[in-house]
């Protein structure tokens, strides 16, 4: 299922005074003109589960009661744990870890185009970055790989470019690929020959790694500065791990000379984000949703708390109002939920709406043809 543990988080804050939203319906109308999003929401390994679900801010309902990616193509299932998606254009790239496949969807109407299949046995398709018309990568969790590929044929160019062990998170610029080697967490305690709580630098010229960061336990997720002058690596509490740094934390780097400009620790979690300009970080922890001031020396302030029992597994920014949406995974095994939090009335639930197992993220859209 998902790495574990992200997000223990208190109820009452959050849940006390929230009107009923609208329910998912199954709209005849499932393409609808406008601004929208996509809920991706990975499923449980082995169950094949993973779904898609679609908001209209029109109508600020879910299209759909089940999952939106099996209304659109009623042949088709999204796969096994989908982990991540991105978008270029009007087409998006899911990366399905069990699957070992990239599915690949038209946006404005939810049709599926087409598939990339990672080739050979024992592979994993953990998270994507798309550079350009004809670059892209795959980090593949199991091979300790990139994949690259062209996001316009959909054709893999370069197949096992070597990178650290268990790559996940992957960012990259015009001239570099990062890659988040986290090592399978505590894995690396017995093994401390195996590369890994660093960051692979991968010159994407010459498809070979150039550099290797230190970061720290666990490294999984990675996010790129709007400037892409910096990016960020979130790395996590391991109560077990007695060497080094276990309690977790976020580190700034520049992203043209690969130094470490900034480090700051706290027990963390798997996801994190950054605002619209930039200039405050976004992240979960087992007591809900901190933000943090890039500039300066701020410490995190927790904006909302979350329910007991209750994973928060995904935060990202809209930006069409710039609401914060949390995906919140539950107990890991039921549906969950999309909280639309107001930064505007102190972090207070705008809207919540149920969707599939263990949602993960979003993205953002507009279709106006």
């Not at 029109?58 to 042949?75: E, F, M």
């Not at 994993?124 to 091979?143: K, Q």
């Not at 890039?294 to 930006?319: H, M, R």
């Amino acid at each position: 299922m998902v790495r574990n543990l992200l997000i223990i988080i208190a109820a009452t804050y959050l849940y006390g005074c929230v009107s009923t939203p609208n329910q998912p319906t199954n709209n005849t109308n499932l393409t609808p003109v406008g601004k929208g999003a996509y809920i991706l929401c990975e499923g449980l390994r082995v169950n094949n589960n993973a779904s898609l679900y679609r908001y209209s801010f029109t109508s600020k309902t879910i299209l759909t009661a089940q999952d939106y990616y099996t209304a659109a193509n009623p042949s088709l299932h999204l796969g096994d744990v989908a982990n991540n998606f991105v978008k270029k254009g009007d087409t998006a790239f899911v990366a399905v870890t069990t699957s070992a496949t990239v599915e690949i969807f038209c946006i404005s109407t939810g049709k599926w185009i087409n598939r990339i299949t990672l080739p050979g046995n024992n592979r994993a398709a953990r998270e994507i970055a798309i550079v350009n018309d004809t670059t892209g990568f795959i980090t593949d969790f199991y091979t300790n790989s990139l994949t690259r590929f062209n996001p316009t044929t959909f054709q893999i160019v370069r197949d096992n470019i070597a990178v650290g062990y268990a790559p996940e998170g992957v960012i990259a610029t015009d001239k570099y690929v990062f890659t988040a080697n986290s090592g399978f967490g505590d894995y690396a305690l017995e093994h401390p020959e195996i590369k890994a709580h660093n960051i692979s630098v991968v010159d994407i010229t010459t498809n070979t790694e150039i550099a290797v960061l230190p970061a720290g336990p666990d490294v999984q997720s990675l996010r790129l500065h709007p400037s892409k002058s910096k990016f960020y690596a979130l790395y996590t509490h391991l109560p077990h791990y007695i060497r080094d740094d276990s309690l977790g934390g976020i580190i700034e780097y520049d992203a043209q000379t690969f130094q470490e400009l900034k480090r700051w620790r706290m027990k963390i979690a798997k996801n994190f984000n950054l605002s619209l300009t930039g200039d405050t970080l976004l992240f979960l922890n087992n007591d809900g949703l901190y933000i943090l001031p890039t500039e300066g020396d701020k410490q995190p302030e927790l904006v909302a708390k979350s329910a007991v029992n209750e994973f928060w597994y995904g935060v990202t920014v809209c930006p069409y109002d710039g609401t914060v949406w949390v995906c919140n995974a539950k107990g890991y095994t039921t549906n969950g939920e999309l909280l639309i939090l107001d930064p505007t009335s102190k972090y207070q639930l705008q809207r919540k709406y149920p969707v599939g197992v263990n949602p993960n993220g979003v993205i953002f859209f507009d279709w106006n043809p």
